[in-house]
């Protein structure tokens, strides 16, 4: 009984620990950014809401935004060039983002500021849902520990209401630090190391 108690205690520590590592909580109903480390970049609903987007802007006070059409390494992805761009794409917009997401218009496109809206209909984001816009950035929009640099702003609108929530507006995942990914390692281990030895002793 005491051995069962004492690798359950360890479980869940190193569960606990995974969860620091991996996990990222969706504090409010909100859309982000989410810039991932390879440049991909995805609009996403994080919170627990289904909510309507009817327009969305990307900006840049450094005028490093890649506004010219996304070629598979760099790029914006605009909803708006769906149909004419991506047509593969169109329809798989429609099933996931309802058929509103193919009525927006781009409103700007430059280095300092990447927008486009509907005043058709509404891109529909279901909790978890999440739309690739390319690759925009050409620098890293977020630090090391996930979120946005100062510089880098996204606002999106709601047909609903006057403007979006607040919360974060670019995210990503943090880099681990050395010294967190050694002590999940060493627990790793320590756990192996005691099943093998309550094995041993069985």
Known sequence: MKRWLLARR???????????????????AQIVVRYERDGSTYLENIGAQTLPVNGFQITSEFDDLVFHDYDGAKGWRALSDLE???PSEASA?????TVGALSFG??????????????LGDAVFKPGDRW????PFANIPIDDA?????????????SDVIDGTGGPEIIGLPVPEPSTLLLATLAGLGLVAMRVRSKRHA
């Open 93 to 97: 917009a429609a099933d996931l983002l």
């Open 84 to 86: 004419s761009q991506f």
């Open 106 to 119: 781009a409103l700007e496109a430059t280095s300092g500021g990447l927008s486009e809206a509907s005043v």
């Open 10 to 28: 360890w479980g869940c520590a190193a569960l606990a620990a995974a969860l620091v590592l991996l996990g990222e909580t969706a504090p409010q």
């Open 132 to 135: 690739f816009i390319g690759k």
């Open 146 to 158: 996930g979120n946005k640099k100062s510089g880098y702003r996204f606002h999106w609108k709601r």
